[in-house]
């Protein structure tokens, strides 16, 4: 071989070398800072709403979320949102104390404009701002829109089941979104166990009325349908103190004469107060005050035997699983005793 040759075979040795060392140098580097091929391609989910299935990208940058359901949830997760619609929202909300969250506004009059602004990634509505979602999904095209809306309506054929399986499924929904998969199984882990406790507690036969208090009225918080109230009759099987024909799930309840429940005479009174978590309601009277002076009541056997539940102060802003959970705790330690 000449003299010649082997300096060419060498120098390409050398070079061949050099290129695997760049290469692998590259390939750890990549792999150091997490920029692999795979990596850098945006991760999605297909997860299940309102509407059917949705493909949704992990972790969105810029997110606003519209949902009362998803607020504490996403809270206790640390997830950051962009907008969020404060008018609706529980004042100890970390959304509504962080002045960098944008502020939708009430949801009869929302301001859609900033949501346009933001711009977001992935808007999810739910309960309140769910007749919105067509409106959205028009306004901010780029985005993906979400529908966790549970159907505990009047026309729903199993109200009860319905709001167990929503919260079950949109609590593993938000874990698949924001990346909390484990701490969202453990939320239902929780669920069960409460419905389990206050199943269990439950005589069977005691009767149950459930009102609601709002500008110091008490009203008919209907069986089956009512708000907050109402499916957890299917779900813990409650025997129902009154029944009426045609009622709502009005957020203020019906107006059934407070003489009607008191004649009913319940062993147990469930009340939401209403206005508890609102600040601007003028004049606003905790329930309890309303309940405990309310004569017509004090011959009932619950006010006899002081067994009277109130759901948690923020319920009526705040109907989170976590707070379902609260309520369903306390439910079974009050029947338990």
Not at 23 to 51: F, L, Y
Not at 88 to 116: C, F, K, W
Not at 297 to 326: H, R
Request: charged residues 25%; glycine residues 6%; proline residues 5%.
């Amino acid at each position: 071989m000449g003299k010649f040759k082997l300096v060419a075979i060498m120098a390409f040795v050398v070079l061949m070398l050099a290129a695997c060392g760049n290469s692998n140098d590259a390939e750890g580097d990549a792999k150091a800072s997490g920029e692999t091929k795979d990596s850098t391609e945006a991760e999605t989910v297909e997860i299940t709403d309102a509407h059917g299935t949705v493909t949704v990208p992990v972790n969105p940058e810029n997110a606003v979320v519209l949902d009362n359901r998803s607020f504490e949830t996403l809270a206790d997760w640390d997830v950051e949102l962009a907008a969020v619609p404060k008018a609706v929202m529980s004042d100890a909300s970390p959304y509504v104390t962080d002045e960098s969250v944008q502020d939708i506004g009430n949801h009869r009059e929302p301001n859609l404009e900033i949501l346009a602004a933001e711009d977001p990634e992935v808007v999810i509505v739910g309960q309140r701002f769910s007749g919105y979602y067509e409106d959205i999904k028009e306004l901010v095209p780029n985005a993906t829109v979400i529908d966790l809306n549970i159907d505990v309506s009047e026309e729903a054929s199993a109200p009860g089941e319905n709001l167990i399986n929503g919260f079950k499924d949109n609590t593993i929904t938000l874990g698949k979104i924001f990346d909390k998969n484990e701490e969202a199984e453990q939320l239902v882990t929780d669920l069960d166990k409460a419905i389990e406790k206050a199943k269990s507690a439950y005589n069977g036969s005691d009767p149950v009325m459930s009102v609601i208090v709002s500008g110091g009225d008490i009203n008919f918080s209907a069986p089956h349908t009512g708000r907050v109230w109402g499916p957890l009759y299917d779900i813990f099987e409650w025997t129902p103190a009154l029944e009426v024909e045609e009622t709502t799930t009005d957020h203020q309840g019906d107006e059934i004469s407070v003489e009607a429940i008191a004649e009913s005479n319940p062993d147990w009174i469930f009340v939401l107060d209403r206005d508890a978590p609102i600040s601007n309601v003028e004049g606003k009277v905790p329930a309890q005050d309303v309940i405990d002076n309310s004569p017509a009541l004090q011959n009932t056997t619950a006010i006899k035997e002081g067994q009277i539940l109130y759901a948690p102060t923020d319920t009526y802003l705040n109907e989170s699983v976590q707070t379902f959970i609260e309520l369903f705790e306390s439910i079974a330690n009050s029947l338990g005793e």
